[in-house]
């Protein structure tokens, strides 16, 4: 019995002396790998949705990236494209690096970057993102007093100054966008915060796309708030609401989320909430949001609709130097308004308070997958790509809208490629000034294709798919929008009300899959039931002629003026319609 309990003590003192050599900092077993270091890149993203957007030769992309490794960093390199830019060995926190500001100019076209980190065991870990520059133009404000304007396509970027918002923690992109290429796609603890002082006005707006995500059940979306220095658990908790505002969401109705405002005047605030009027489903896609904020009055909008407007004595900013977007941190958080999870895509801020017409334009705008004002240039401004010029089409500074407009020319025309803007509806407006010099007839807009089997090659008229805008007539002129279904074709016809030398006219064209409807200044001119759209062949637009795929019945290039030509992916609706001419 006593020589068993002494082979048991020895066995407790070796494994107590095999413990107390065992170097805590590795693992007990040599074969067990080490995590090693874990690299979170946030720009350029990985998933090589950044866009880096300038009409300069070179622009700049400023890295933001972290590093995370339990035993400690040893080494972290920069690659951009085969050249070393960034070599640091030296940190104050060898166990977390955050690098938020390591900037590089690039050249347009595409670009590759790699990080790689070597920790103090050795381990080496890489993360790579490629990227593209694109030579863009200024962005030039849409709509009358937009002061700011967040696409999302790939980067954090306000278009109108050039500013990057600040990231906080990992914030991403969603290629499921609801205009553009890229939306915002929250995440936990993160979000992004943009300088507030010269976004501020008396008259205030803001509008956005928001794909709802329900979890977690309350969230911040917009917050341009005050410092709350007097909470006792200030910086981390803070709920001043004296001054600015916060437009967030909590539980609604069952299954539902509800939107609500909060603004400050500088001594009380004040609570804009609709109830269940202003419920969104959780599973509702992307919504449209808007507020508007007035010396008198706040209103919230879903969808164009007010689901709430109520009485304010005004909105104070002392103190709100910082807008957050898409989390109520840092400044309204006690209630647990943090981070929003959802999606966010056309994000604008105005100094105006918008009427419901301007909001039905934005929203409108929100379904624009063409846009061409012929500003001097032949720049399609959704995908912000150059039309393709046939013979001498030209500008005039006779325009409708902006400094110029589209002039034609003899056997003169543009071209695009229709790569999404097709689907099973379409609608598209323009400004339209005729001269009718004798040629009785011409082209305008003509998505059609080729027609291999014409009697005449000159003369191909294929019109079973697609669609084709033209006018016919003597001195007054009718407007006609030929639709094909697949195997045959039906067209909606005008009065002849368009007279040679009259003035500007607006003109909107919708499709379904069962009407065409064309208006003329807002006003329903013809209309004609259809059994179908098909756009098979369709894969380049005419405009300005119907050459080279119409020409079957002599509609060649319209000498005419046309100004704001944009393509919808729904039927528009004659109040957006209205809002859309109105807006011009």
């Known amino acids: 019995m006593k020589n068993k309990t002494l082979k048991y003590l020895g066995l407790a003192l070796l494994s107590i002396f095999t413990f107390s050599c065992q170097d805590l900092e590795r693992p007990e077993f040599s074969n067990f790998l080490y995590d090693g270091p874990v690299i979170t890149l946030n720009t350029p993203s990985p998933s090589g949705a950044t866009v880096v957007r300038s009409g300069e030769p070179l622009a700049a992309i400023t890295i933001n990236f972290q590093v995370e490794d339990d035993l400690g960093i040893a080494n972290i390199t920069?690659?951009?494209?085969?050249?070393?830019?960034?070599?640091?060995?030296?940190?104050?926190?060898?166990?977390?690096?955050?690098?938020?500001?390591?900037?590089?100019?690039?050249?347009?076209?595409?670009?590759?970057?790699?990080?790689?980190?070597?920790?103090?065991?050795?381990?080496?870990?890489?993360?790579?993102?490629?990227?593209?520059?694109?030579?863009?133009?200024?962005?030039?404000?849409?709509?009358?007093?937009?002061?700011?304007?967040?696409?999302?396509?790939?980067?954090?970027?306000?278009?109108?100054?050039?500013?990057?918002?600040?990231?906080?923690?990992?914030?991403?992109?969603?290629?499921?966008?609801?205009?553009?290429?890229?939306?915002?796609?929250?995440?936990?603890?993160?979000?992004?915060?943009?300088?507030?002082?010269?976004?501020?006005?008396?008259?205030?707006?803001?509008?956005?796309?928001?794909?709802?995500?329900?979890?977690?059940?309350?969230?911040?979306?917009?917050?341009?708030?005050?410092?709350?220095?007097?909470?006792?658990?200030?910086?981390?908790?803070?709920?001043?609401?004296?001054?600015?505002?916060?437009?967030?969401?909590?539980?609604?109705?069952?299954?539902f989320q509800r939107f609500k405002l909060n603004v400050g005047n500088g001594t009380a605030d004040s609570w804009i909430d609709g109830g269940t009027a202003a419920d969104v489903a959780n599973d509702a896609g992307w919504v449209h949001l808007a507020f508007t904020i007035s010396p008198s009055k706040a209103v919230v909008y879903i969808n164009g609709v007010a689901v709430r407007e109520s009485t304010i004595s005004g909105v104070d900013f002392t103190g709100c130097d910082l807008l957050s977007i898409m989390s109520g941190a840092p400044r309204f958080s006690e209630w647990g308004h943090k981070s929003d999870l959802s999606n966010l895509d056309e994000l604008r801020i105005f100094n105006k308070e918008l009427s419901q017409e301007e909001i039905t334009n934005v929203i409108a705008n929100g379904s624009q997958t063409f846009k061409m004002s012929f500003e001097n240039n032949f720049l399609e401004t959704v995908s912000k790509t150059d039309a393709t010029v046939v013979g001498s089409p030209g500008f005039t500074t006779d325009a409708k809208v902006g400094t110029h407009a589209y002039v034609g020319a003899n056997d003169a025309y543009v071209t695009f490629p229709t790569d999404g803007l097709l689907g099973d509806e379409i609608s598209g407006t323009f400004w339209y000034k005729i001269n009718n010099p004798g040629t009785n007839r011409a082209g305008i807009l003509t998505i059609s294709p080729p027609d291999p089997n014409a009697s005449n090659p000159d003369r191909p008229g294929n019109r079973n798919n697609g669609i084709r805008v033209f006018r016919e007539g003597g001195a007054n002129q009718s407007l006609r929008v030929n639709v094909g279904n697949g195997t045959s074709n039906g067209t909606a016809v005008t009065p002849n009300v368009l007279a040679n030398g009259s003035d500007w006219v607006h003109v909107a064209f919708t499709v379904s899959q069962t009407k065409v409807i064309i208006y003329l200044d807002g006003v329903l001119s013809a209309e004609r039931d259809i059994t179908g759209l098909d756009w098979t062949g369709c894969d380049s637009m005419s405009i300005m002629s119907g050459a080279p795929r119409y020409l079957i019945f002599n509609h060649f290039s319209d000498l005419s003026d046309m100004d704001e030509l944009a393509l919808y992916n729904k039927v528009l609706t004659l109040d957006e319609i209205m809002a859309i001419m109105n807006a011009n």
């Open 78 to 255: 920069v690659v951009l494209d085969g050249a070393e830019i960034a070599n640091i060995s030296s940190f104050a926190n060898a166990k977390l690096v955050v690098v938020d500001d390591l900037t590089s100019e690039v050249a347009t076209g595409m670009h590759t970057l790699t990080i790689t980190v070597t920790d103090i065991n050795d381990v080496v870990a890489t993360q790579s993102a490629t990227f593209e520059k694109k030579d863009t133009p200024p962005y030039f404000p849409v709509f009358e007093g937009e002061n700011f304007y967040m696409a999302f396509d790939g980067d954090y970027s306000e278009a109108i100054s050039g500013s990057e918002a600040t990231q906080v923690g990992t914030v991403g992109f969603t290629v499921d966008a609801k205009v553009g290429t890229g939306a915002y796609a929250g995440a936990t603890d993160s979000y992004l915060t943009y300088p507030a002082t010269a976004l501020q006005s008396q008259t205030f707006s803001a509008t956005m796309w928001y794909n709802l995500n329900a979890t977690p059940n309350r969230a911040g979306i917009l917050v341009m708030g005050p410092e709350d220095t007097a909470n006792p658990n200030f910086p981390n908790v803070q709920n001043n609401r004296r001054n600015g505002f916060r437009f967030f969401r909590e539980n609604g109705a069952a299954g």
